[in-house]
């Protein structure tokens, strides 16, 4: 479990630290699944204790070789990937990759998928007889491969029997990784939080297709993949906000962040803590340069806890 904020972090005299349910943060920034691989590639470029969590990248039962090449593409503003959901299996998670990560007081989150319901709650089963993780994130944007491939968390029925089923079988704090619903995102939250989630991620990637002109193909392996990058910025803030006004319990912010500006807007939105994602291709260093920056924004408007912002939008 991540340890108090120390006196050394308070020395600026800004208390970063928040709490995400039951699980207490020293800062709001989250290097957040599929960008920071497993954490510990990470250790020699990042100090990983200076971040509040790290979602590892997502773990299915059995390992996964992913999508076909080309996997990511450059747009204006952003980029699409088509990882495929590449990993070495949650087995081999438990083995190579978290005794490193319990070297740190970093939250660690496990994000899990899979395309089916028991398919997620075998990846519970065996990170719950492990130690070092403080929270599971599930990604309900898989297709259910019983119920024809439709993605769990665009179908309420399906995104119920998921939810409640992974709450049952999981002692840790359970947060869901929503899909960018814009037209039903309230709906999505509120059954969410109706089955026992403790938080929510919001959001997931956009579909989206980028086509070479010249070869008259997709410029991915895989045909269509996933928007991400400040382009997606000003439509996840709006629903991370409509997310707020629809439960009690924190929202997580996700989308377009790279420098403190951006996740302040989603902590006025409402959220409770940011988690960043594709700037880590830019800029390894980019979780960690955002504590920083988001330590002296709350130092030069004279605010010294940063919770006391969340949800401080003006009408």
């Avoid at 495929?84 to 496990?110: C, D, H, M, S, W």
């Amino acid at each position: 479990m991540p340890q108090p904020v120390t006196a050394r972090e308070l020395q600026s005299g800004v208390d970063l630290s928040v709490r995400v349910a039951s699980l207490s943060l020293s800062n709001p920034v989250i290097a957040a699944s599929g960008t920071f691989a497993y954490g510990v590639e990470f250790a020699n470029l990042v100090d990983l204790n200076a971040l509040g969590g790290i979602v590892v990248k997502g773990l299915s039962a059995q390992p996964m070789a992913g999508a076909p090449a080309p996997r990511m593409c450059d747009t204006a503003s952003g980029m699409v990937n088509a990882i495929g959901l590449q990993n070495i299996g949650v087995r081999a998670f438990v083995a190579e990759k978290l005794p490193a990560l319990q070297a740190y007081r970093t939250a660690i989150i496990a994000n899990v998928f899979g395309n089916t319901v028991s398919d997620y709650l075998e990846v519970i089963r065996i990170l719950e007889d492990a130690e070092g993780i403080a929270a599971y994130e599930l990604n309900v944007s898989c297709p259910n491969t019983q119920h024809g491939g439709l993605e769990f968390g665009v179908d309420p029925k399906q995104l119920e029997e998921l939810v409640t089923a992974a709450r049952a079988a999981s002692k840790r704090p359970l947060w869901v990784k929503l899909a960018p619903m814009v037209g039903t995102i309230r709906l999505i939250a509120r059954i969410t939080e109706g089955c026992g989630a403790d938080a929510l991620t919001v959001a997931n990637t956009y579909p989206a297709l980028c086509i070479d002109v010249h070869t008259f193909k997709s410029r991915l392996g895989s045909t269509t993949g996933g928007l991400s990058g400040a382009a997606i910025r000003p439509i996840t803030v709006r629903l991370v906000y409509e997310a707020c006004q629809a439960v009690q319990i924190p929202v997580i912010g996700l989308g377009g962040i790279t420098e403190p500006e951006d996740a302040m807007e989603y902590i006025l939105a409402g959220a409770t803590a940011v988690q960043i994602g594709t700037a880590h291709f830019v800029d390894p260093t980019a979780s960690e340069r955002l504590v920083t920056g988001l330590r002296q924004y709350c130092n030069s408007i004279n605010v010294p806890r940063i919770s006391d912002l969340r949800g401080g939008l003006q009408q």
